[in-house]
């Protein structure tokens, strides 16, 4: 079993930055670990997914060049980086994990079988 939690989501201009922070209880080890985000009406979409060494990431296009995606183990904590925000990035944030994925962590939903309660992020213009 594993719990996440996440943290560090606030209100802030377009072209502020943000840090979220997903803290993991539980068995971590060989998971990937991924960023998702929900905004109101519209599906979750994969932001960010990252291998258990942290070498292998992937973004959405959306974010790339923006978002940073990195874990600790030795903290059991996943974080989001987000610079330069956007109205369009408003949404809550979910960290999401799962073992037995491939080394190229996916960024489709259904793959993820732990689920924190979010946090929300909103970026006013």
């Known amino acids: 079993q594993m719990q996440l939690m996440e943290s560090g989501g606030d209100s802030v201009h377009a072209g502020g930055s943000l840090r979220l922070s997903c803290a993991a209880f539980?068995?971590?080890?060989?998971?990937?670990m991924a960023w998702f985000r929900q905004a109101p009406g519209k599906e979750r979409e994969g932001v960010a997914a990252?291998?258990?060494?942290?070498?292998?990431?992937s973004y959405a296009d959306s974010v790339k060049g923006r978002f940073t995606i990195s874990r600790d183990n030795a903290k059991n904590t996943l974080y989001l980086q987000m610079d330069n925000l956007k109205p369009e990035d408003t949404a809550m944030y979910y960290c999401?994990?799962?073992?037995?994925?491939?080394?190229?962590?996916?960024?489709?939903?259904?793959?993820?079988?732990?689920w924190g309660q979010g946090t929300q992020v909103t970026v006013s213009s």
């Open positions: 999401a994990a799962n073992f037995g994925l491939p080394p190229k962590c996916p960024t489709e939903a259904p793959r993820y079988r732990y």
């Open positions: 990252i291998g258990n060494t942290g070498g292998a990431t």
């Open positions: 539980g068995y971590t080890y060989d998971s990937c």
